[in-house]
């Protein structure tokens, strides 16, 4: 019984969850973290994607029965193992996607058609857009994209040009990171024909990877520095004025928001070093939880932000 309860649950894949905090990302920027009814639309909307998100990844597990089957690591998966019947799995993932669309509906229509959206590109995903090169990942990427719109839709807010720009060129980043680090894993296995369990690394190939995650590093820093420059974000703030002299804040009135530059580069740099020293990367979500310096950089940027938003006056 505790097995099973075990397979249902890496089903659900609940560590990839975190994912979803992406969908806090525009009201966090707007200044609306802490304004109690906006935090509760969205935190209905990352629910939604919560469910979502596992229905999908049912859902491409039950396509990839046979490939991950042969997978070093995925054929431990319930689907793959047998633990869990397939019919059984796809009647989770219909009702996960029933419980998404009802939540949906209770946040807005704007944040419903985004999150249909999602599961439409995931579904093309799992069944077709996996096995063409360049489009599979850009399909992955798009998850990322679609996740902190669908924050913006749900908090009815806004998000500058520059910080979009930053979120396509981090989820480029790591779509490709995550392509990098499957070819790598499989080229190590020499018995491995890496075309029959996942297509479209036959048509990459490392170097070609490495130009790619060069690419949108590089871009990833560059768009985050001139929205960091440019941004100015407003929250409730605790005014320093009424704290200190009244020389002293116009002293402090600077562009804050670009000391969060620092743990963003070593935090590129970070996973980098996971991807091609660790060898490490396939799954994001893992390297972020078992690599304590990167969940220790994303932490401290975490309270950077939130400190110099809401409560340092830019």
């Known amino acids: 019984m505790v097995n099973k309860i075990i397979s249902f ?22 200044g609306e973290l802490f304004d109690p009814l ?37 054929r431990f998966r319930p689907l793959a193992s047998g633990a869990i019947p397939i019919s059984l799995a796809i009647g989770i993932a219909i009702l996960l996607i029933a419980a998404s669309i009802t939540l949906g509906l209770f946040v807005n229509v704007g944040f419903l058609l985004l999150a249909i ?17 360049i489009v599979d990942i850009l399909a992955i990427a798009s998850g990322y994209i679609l996740r902190v719109y669908a924050g913006e839709f749900a908090g009815e807010s806004h998000i500058s040009v520059w910080l979009l720009l930053t979120v396509i060129s981090v989820s480029l980043f790591l779509a490709i990171g995550k392509r990098r680090s499957e070819l790598t894993l499989l080229s190590s296995n020499k018995d491995l024909n890496i075309a029959a369990v996942r297509k479209t690394l036959s048509h990459y190939s490392e170097r070609l990877l490495d130009v790619y995650a060069s690419i949108f590093a590089t871009s990833t820093f560059i768009s985050y520095a001139l929205f960091t420059f440019l941004e100015n974000p407003k929250g409730f703030k605790l005014g320093i004025s009424i704290l200190l002299p009244e020389y002293l804040p116009t002293l402090l009135e600077r562009k804050w928001l670009m000391i969060t530059i620092a743990p963003v580069v070593y935090g590129l740099m970070r996973y980098l070093q996971d991807i091609y020293e660790k060898k490490e990367g396939e799954s994001p979500d893992r390297v972020l939880l078992s690599d304590k310096p990167l969940l220790a950089t994303v932490i ?15």
Request: aromatic share 16%.
């Open 117 to 133: 959206i999602y599961l439409l590109i995931q579904l093309l995903y799992s069944l077709l857009l996996k096995s063409i090169a």
């Open 9 to 30: 649950i890496k089903l659900l894949r609940p560590r990839q969850w975190i994912k979803n905090l992406a969908v806090f990302a525009a009201i966090t920027f707007a």
């Open 300 to 314: 401290v940027w975490v309270i950077l932000v939130i400190a110099i938003i809401y409560f340092v006056r830019l």
């Open 38 to 74: 906006t935090f509760q639309k969205v935190f209905l909307a990352f629910i939604s994607f919560c469910a979502l998100s596992s229905a999908t990844y049912i859902v491409n597990d039950a396509v990839d029965i046979k490939k991950d089957r042969l997978h070093p690591f995925k």
